[in-house]
Nanobody, 119 residues
Framework: QVQLVESGGGSAQAGGSLTLSCAASIDVFSIMAWYRQAPGKQRELVATINRDGAAYVVDSVKGRFTISRDNIKRTATLQMDHLLPEDTAVYYC???????????????WGQGTQVTVSS
């Protein structure tokens, strides 16, 4: 199976910044995304990016978060600026299903990294 490893989580003050990274164990061709889940809430989409770099972020983080990827390094990054307390959540990296050299890889999820933003 594919392994996705997130890093960069931690604590920050409101208005601060954090950078989350996701490293994949295989080459990445499909859409990569970041989701988050706050306590007592459903997991929600934060941002997506396709192999060509076309990016999308949800309205609640637009202008504050930026998603990017490096297909050579097999990484996806979520740059989070102007953090708000409501950004507090566990953030998960996602890689869509892929086929590489005839082998099928199902959608993959990282273990998650905690982001805590205080006032």
């Amino acid at each position: 199976q594919v392994q996705l490893v997130e890093s960069g989580g931690g604590s920050a003050q409101a208005g601060g910044s954090l950078t989350l990274s996701c490293a994949a164990s295989i080459d990445v061709f499909s859409i990569m995304a970041w989701y988050r889940q706050a306590p007592g809430k459903q997991r929600e989409l934060v941002a997506t990016i396709n192999r060509d770099g076309a990016a999308y972020v949800v309205d609640s983080v637009k202008g504050r978060f930026t998603i990017s990827r490096d297909n050579i390094k097999r990484t996806a990054t979520l740059q989070m600026d102007h953090l708000l307390p409501e950004d507090t959540a566990v953030y998960y990296c996602n890689l869509g299903k892929q086929a590489i050299n005839g082998k099928w890889y199902e959608e993959s999820w990282g273990q998650g990294t905690q982001v805590t933003v205080s006032s």
